[in-house]
């Protein structure tokens, strides 16, 4: 790390990415590479974790949807609207289910005309611009600014171009834990991570408390 960097934002940093450094992607069973299936189920799971939902629901909801074969754009314009319900609600996700089969319905269309199923075409129209890149992602029912952020915060993995990317809740997270708030001075603390996975573990920071706590008492333990 940088020389910039305190010590103690860099036991914060350690003890975090230890405990909670793995991107949802990665825990909803999406296995991220630069090719359409799994930029398509990180849509999805956008899509799903972009709602007043827990976390942990979103992914199983996720997990339902692909175990039911709900895999790419063409299964999932192909299933029926009851199909994507049951599969919502195995999941756990019940609460929007009806709602968010209609829009997955939907925005699964939306990709197959648009981008002939292919988010790299999105990639491509975007050329480097992050704004270009979020906005033709909330072309997608069901896809607004939470839920492009979402997407840029775990793609920043495959796609570099969209340079570190942690968003608002990344921000509060790393506030709750003591370390930079301001995306300059998070991009040296993580210098040398998984950024994906670091941006995930600060959100995850911010959704729970006790995240927080168990991450300080590691890093106090760790001097």
Request: charged share 30%.
């Amino acid at each position: 790390m940088s020389g910039g960097v305190s010590a103690s934002a860099r036991r914060i940093t350690d003890a975090l990415l230890e405990e909670y450094g793995r991107t949802y992607a990665a825990e909803a069973g999406i296995r991220l590479r630069d090719t359409p299936q799994p930029l398509y189920q990180l849509l999805v799971l956008s899509h799903l974790l972009s709602a007043r939902i827990r976390a942990s629901v979103a992914v199983a909801a996720a997990r339902a949807l692909f175990a039911d074969g709900m895999r790419t754009p063409r299964r999932m314009a192909d299933a029926t609207w009851q199909q994507r319900v049951d599969a919502l609600g195995e999941g756990g996700y019940r609460r929007y289910d009806e709602r968010t089969s209609t829009q997955l319905g939907d925005g699964a269309r939306l990709v197959l005309d648009a981008w002939k199923g292919d988010l790299r075409r999105l990639r491509a129209e975007a050329d480097g611009d992050g704004e270009a890149l979020r906005a033709g992602l909330r072309r997608v029912q069901g896809i607004g600014p939470a839920g492009a952020d979402i997407f840029v915060r775990e793609v920043q993995a495959v796609w570099p171009e969209t340079g570190f990317w942690i968003g608002a809740k990344g921000q509060r997270g790393a506030e709750r834990l003591g370390l930079p708030t301001s995306p300059g001075r998070l991009s040296e603390v993580a210098r040398d991570r998984d950024r994906a996975a670091f941006a995930a573990a600060l959100v995850r920071a911010a959704l729970d408390r006790e995240v927080v706590e168990r991450v300080q008492e590691a890093a106090r333990a760790g001097k």
